[in-house]
C-alpha cells in the first residue's frame, strides 16, 4: 500500500507523536502573535495560522530534538518561530505573486490589502527574532538568521530568473534551495544544536532537512502540471500563468526546437499566453518527457534525505522522518 493509501498518513503520524509538545507551541504562536494596538495583525496571522497547514517544518524541530533525547523547552521557542518565519514569507510571496489561493482558501492580501499582508509579515518576523533570542543561543541565532536571509535571496532570485529562459537547472536548485529548502533545514538544524547534538549529527540532519525541502519543492512544481487544485492548495497551472519557469519547463526549453522555444519565449518570457496554450505546454513536456525527469529527480532528493538518517538514533522518529521523506514524494511515485 501507498503511503498515500495509508490511513494516517507520516506527518499526521508524527503530529499525533508530537501533540502535546505542539499543542504548546499553537498556544505560544497565539500568545505571541497577538497585538494590543494593532488588532489587523492577529486577523490576519490567524486566517493563514489556522488555515489547516500541516506545521511541518515546526514538526521536524520538535521531532529532530525528541529523538536527541532534548529535555528543555526552549525547542518550543525554536518551532514556534520557524512557523512564524515560514508565515511571513507566505503573506509576502502571495503579495509577490499577487496570488489569490493559499492552502485552498482566498490569500489574506485578496481578503484584507497588500500592505495589511506585507505589515503583518514583518511583525511576524520581528516577533520570531524575539523567541530566537529567548533561547540564549548565539548559533540558534545565526542558524535562523541566516536562513531568512537566504529565504528572501531566494526569492529576489527569483525575480530575475523566473522568467528568463536562460534559466538552467543549477540557477532553479540556488532558487528552491533559498525559498524552500532553507527553513526546513534550519528547523531541523536548530532541533539538533538545542539537543547539544555531536557535530556530524547536526551536519546530518541539516542534509535531511535540505534534501527534503528540495524534493518538497520539486514535487510542488511538478503537482501544479499533474496534480489537483485540493492537493497543492493552489488552481492547476497556476504557474505557468504566473509566468514561472520550474524544473519541468526548464528541462522541457533544454529539449526544445527552434518553433518551441519560441512558444516558450511568448508564453513565459514576453507573457503573451492565449487560450490553448496551456494544453500546448503540457502536451511538450510529455514530447520530452520533462515530466517524467522531474519526477525521477524528486525521488533522488528523497533518497538523499533519507540516506542522511542513517547514523541518527534508531527508533519512533527516525522511522517517521524516513517515512516523510517518501511521504513527499508520493504522489508522483
Not at 499525533?16 to 509538545?21: F, K, V
Not at 494590543?36 to 521536524?60: F, N
Not at 518550543?76 to 502571495?94: G, S, Y
Not at 493559499?102 to 511583525?123: E, Q
Amino acid at each position: 500500500m501507498s503511503l498515500d493509501d495509508a490511513s494516517e498518513k507520516p506527518h499526521d503520524r508524527l503530529g499525533r507523536y508530537l501533540a502535546s509538545d505542539l499543542e504548546l507551541v499553537n498556544a505560544l504562536i497565539r500568545e505571541r502573535m497577538a497585538s494590543e494596538h494593532a488588532p489587523r495583525i492577529p486577523e490576519v496571522t490567524a486566517h493563514l495560522v489556522e488555515a489547516g497547514g500541516k506545521r511541518l517544518r515546526p514538526m521536524l524541530t520538535l521531532a529532530v530534538a525528541r529523538m536527541l533525547g532534548y529535555e528543555g523547552d526552549n525547542h518550543l521557542r525554536l518551532a514556534a518561530t520557524v512557523e512564524f518565519i515560514h508565515t511571513a514569507t507566505l503573506l509576502h510571496d502571495d503579495v509577490v505573486d499577487e496570488s489569490a489561493q493559499r492552502r485552498g482558501r482566498p490569500t489574506a492580501n485578496l481578503l484584507w490589502d497588500n500592505k495589511s499582508s506585507v505589515l503583518v509579515g514583518d511583525y511576524l518576523l520581528a516577533r520570531s527574532f524575539l523567541l530566537m533570542v529567548e533561547t540564549g543561543s548565539l548559533r540558534v541565532l545565526q542558524i535562523l538568521s541566516q536562513a531568512s536571509a537566504t529565504i528572501a535571496e531566494g526569492e529576489v532570485l527569483q525575480l530575475t530568473a523566473a522568467r528568463d529562459l536562460a534559466t538552467d537547472e543549477g540557477i532553479y536548485l540556488q532558487v528552491i534551495r533559498g525559498k524552500t529548502a532553507a527553513l526546513f533545514a534550519a528547523a531541523c538544524e536548530v532541533g539538533a544544536v538545542i539537543a547539544a547534538a555531536p557535530e556530524d549529527q547536526i551536519e546530518a540532519l541539516r542534509t535531511y532537512g535540505d534534501a527534503l525541502g528540495v524534493s518538497f519543492q520539486i514535487v510542488d512544481d511538478l503537482l501544479d502540471y499533474g496534480g489537483s487544485s485540493a492537493a497543492i492548495g493552489k488552481n492547476v497551472g497556476d504557474d505557468f500563468r504566473e509566468r514561472k519557469l520550474t524544473l519541468p519547463v526548464i528541462k522541457a526549453v533544454a529539449a526544445a526546437d527552434a518553433e518551441e522555444r519560441e512558444f516558450w519565449r511568448r508564453v513565459i518570457e514576453k507573457g503573451r499566453q492565449q487560450d490553448g496554450d496551456l494544453q500546448r505546454a503540457l502536451e511538450l513536456l510529455e514530447r520530452h518527457d520533462a515530466l517524467e525527469a522531474t519526477r525521477i529527480e524528486a525521488l533522488r532528493w528523497a533518497e538523499i534525505a533519507k540516506s542522511s538518517l542513517e547514523t541518527m538514533p534508531d527508533g519512533e522518529v527516525r522511522a517517521m522522518l524516513t517515512d516523510l521523506a517518501d511521504y513527499v514524494v508520493a504522489r508522483v511515485r
